[in-house]
T-cell receptor
């Protein structure tokens, strides 16, 4: 089992460009999450999904969109990247709402 | 607002014991998690407490007092590989995790 995987591992964007981050899990988990991690701050929830075809907003959803067309995949889109979106993005998955979350290796995004 | 507090950095000696504290104020409580995160890597699950008391798992133990809004992670027989950041996270009434900024633990030989 690969667990949770993320692509790409690293990306540099110019302000205004768009991109999609892909998360995939092979643990048959219902719940999936997108977080960002910035220096000196705790992980912050961007969006999450409680099952295929569902999405919900987290703490910091502005500037991001998500889709969960297949149970194993959770996509995070940046429509028009801004320097404030420079961060490390982690995807996580879990079996249920109170269950342990398992994290992917992260995507390092730099927006110039 | 919701708040998780933990020390920014701690230093300890190989073979010793260290206690990392976490205090929290959240809207509701559905459990407290500890994760380990090595530099440049993903957080990995260490422990989960939902009831008061001590949970022991090998060299690592985690304690919870819900009335005090307090938890600690105890690491025994420290090894160099324990050098990492330790993240405290509380699950609030909406079943969302509220994360502390993490405690960077430096182990010296």
């Amino acid at each position: 089992n690969a667990g949770v995987t993320q692509t790409p591992k690293f990306r540099v964007l110019k302000t205004g460009q768009s991109m999609t981050l892909l998360c995939a899990q092979d643990m048959n988990h219902e719940y999936m999450y997108w977080y960002r991690q910035d220096p000196g701050m705790g992980l912050r929830l961007i969006h999450y999904s409680v099952g295929e075809g569902t999405t919900a907003k987290g703490e910091v959803p502005d500037g991001y969109n998500v889709s969960r067309l297949k149970k194993q995949n959770f996509l995070l889109g940046l429509e028009s990247a801004a320097p404030s979106q420079t961060s490390v993005y982690f995807c996580a998955s879990g079996q249920g709402e109170q269950e342990t979350q398992y994290f992917g290796p992260g995507t390092r995004l730099l927006v110039l | 607002g919701q708040n998780i507090d933990q020390p920014t950095e701690m230093t300890a000696t190989e073979g010793a014991i260290v206690q990392i504290n976490c205090t929290y104020q959240t809207s509701g409580f559905n459990g407290l998690f500890w994760y380990q995160q090595h530099a440049g890597e993903a957080p990995t699950f260490l422990s989960y407490n939902v009831l008061d008391g001590l949970e022991e798992k090998g060299r690592f133990s985690s304690f919870l007092s819900r009335s005090k809004g307090y938890s600690y992670l105890l690491l025994k027989e420290l090894q160099m590989k324990d050098s990492a950041s330790y993240l405290c996270a509380v699950m609030d009434s909406n079943y969302q995790l509220i994360w502390g900024a993490g405690t960077k633990l430096i182990i010296k030989p």
